[in-house]
């Protein structure tokens, strides 16, 4: 029992005391595997790359073919770019499918400071998604802030708000689409084996077309570190409650490497 009060101890202070890696299965990257962010930039001069698949069934619809490719550079001290691509295999349902090469995403996220008593370690970040895609118009944009904090002995909660805004709503859509994303992360076996972490989270983003329900989704996920400077991730999440839109059921599995 001392030695593993011991081993405890020790653990928490070295999480606590040094930042983690871009490439660490205990930091949280949005879509490796589920939807949100930890409060954590990368550190400067680090560059990753994090690649995924995806395959989701909607509930009304046919199955979609889903990738993404993204690349993180930590410009700054607390601060890291991002740029990335999310192309997907889908289609309409009178249409066959079509492959879309997906719009081209820019963001900027800052660290404002970390987690100290029961102060939060606090983050934002902004997106602007360029038009390249099939049927795309305008650049949008996704404002995101977030809060990471401890919860129990091991254990940390992610609150993620986000506003999205849709420059080119038709007049059925909406222009501000708010959302909030409750994210958990729990390291399993440690402190004795420290190399995969357990990921979930719960929902909530109003419906892009007007006079239609908010969705409500669910989702766990797993890390797994195969590398010093390798992260494996799978998940699985799915859109419980909602209108139009609604993802009955998306598979998710990636893989981060960082240079």
């Known amino acids: 029992m001392k030695q593993q009060f011991l081993l405890a101890l020790l653990g928490g202070t070295l999480l606590t005391a040094f930042p983690a890696f871009a490439v660490d299965h205990n930091n949280i990257d949005a879509g490796r595997p589920l939807d949100f962010d930890d409060a954590e930039a990368i550190a400067q001069g680090e560059q990753t790359l994090e690649f995924g698949a995806s395959v989701s069934k909607p509930k009304d619809g046919k199955t979609a073919i889903g990738g993404s490719v993204e690349y993180l550079y930590g410009f700054a001290p607390n601060s ?27 963001g900027v996220f800052h660290n404002f400071n970390r987690e100290f008593g029961n102060t939060p370690a606090l983050s934002a970040r902004i997106d602007a998604a360029l038009p390249v895609g099939r049927g ?82 669910i989702g766990v996920g797993l890390r797994q570190q195969i590398g010093i400077r390798s992260v494996f991730d799978v998940g699985v999440k799915s859109d419980i409650y909602g209108g139009t839109g609604r993802e009955k059921l998306t598979l998710t599995a990636g893989y981060s490497r960082q240079f």
């Open 80 to 106: 890291h770019l991002s740029l990335d691509f999310d192309p997907k295999y889908s289609s309409n349902n009178s249409e066959k499918h079509r492959f879309d090469v997906g719009d081209i995403g820019v």
């Open 136 to 217: 795309s118009n305008g650049v949008d944009f996704r404002l995101r802030g977030i809060a990471s904090k401890q919860f129990g002995q091991y254990s940390r909660l992610h609150l993620n708000l986000d506003l999205n805004v849709n420059n080119s709503a038709d007049n059925d859509e909406r222009k501000l689409v708010p959302a909030v994303i409750l994210g958990y992360s729990q390291p399993l076996g440690y402190p004795t084996n420290f190399t995969k972490t357990l990921v979930a989270q719960i929902g909530y983003r109003q419906n892009e077309t007007k006079g239609e329900d908010g969705l409500v989704n």
